[in-house]
């Protein structure tokens, strides 16, 4: 059974810092492409960031500077970076993990930037 497990989600004043990570098991983080989106209240989930299986990545152009995806294959884990924030990124952050057709979600972790 694949699981995806986000933490590390909270309430952070503007400006501060997270490290979210996804934890996987039943798959290898290192031969999926996995994803970060978030969601909004009241929006649509949007794609945040990837990270392929290769190692390449890629940012949406809202967060590219400050977020930063990464992961770690030993602790099959992939994590999210996320720097500056802003009351912007306030969301239910997702992890996704794809290889063809296979497809998975987290069940999402919040985060709330207020002062």
């Known amino acids: 059974q694949v699981q995806l497990v986000e933490s590390g989600g909270g309430l952070v004043q503007p400006g501060g810092s997270l490290r979210l990570s996804c934890a996987a098991s039943?798959?290898?983080?290192?031969?999926?492409?996995m994803y970060w989106y978030r969601q909004a209240p009241g929006q649509q989930r949007e794609w945040v960031a990837t990270?392929?299986?290769?190692?390449?990545?890629n940012y949406a152009e809202s967060v590219k500077g400050r977020f930063t995806i990464s992961r770690d294959n030993a602790k099959n884990t992939v994590y999210l970076e996320i720097n500056s924030l802003k009351p912007a990124d306030t969301a239910v952050y997702y992890c996704?993990?794809?290889?063809?057709?296979?497809?998975?979600w987290g069940q999402g972790t919040q985060v709330t930037v207020s002062s």
């Open positions: 996704r993990a794809q290889l063809t057709i296979r497809n998975y």
């Open positions: 039943g798959i290898s983080v290192e031969i999926y492409n």
């Open positions: 990270i392929t299986s290769g190692g390449s990545t």
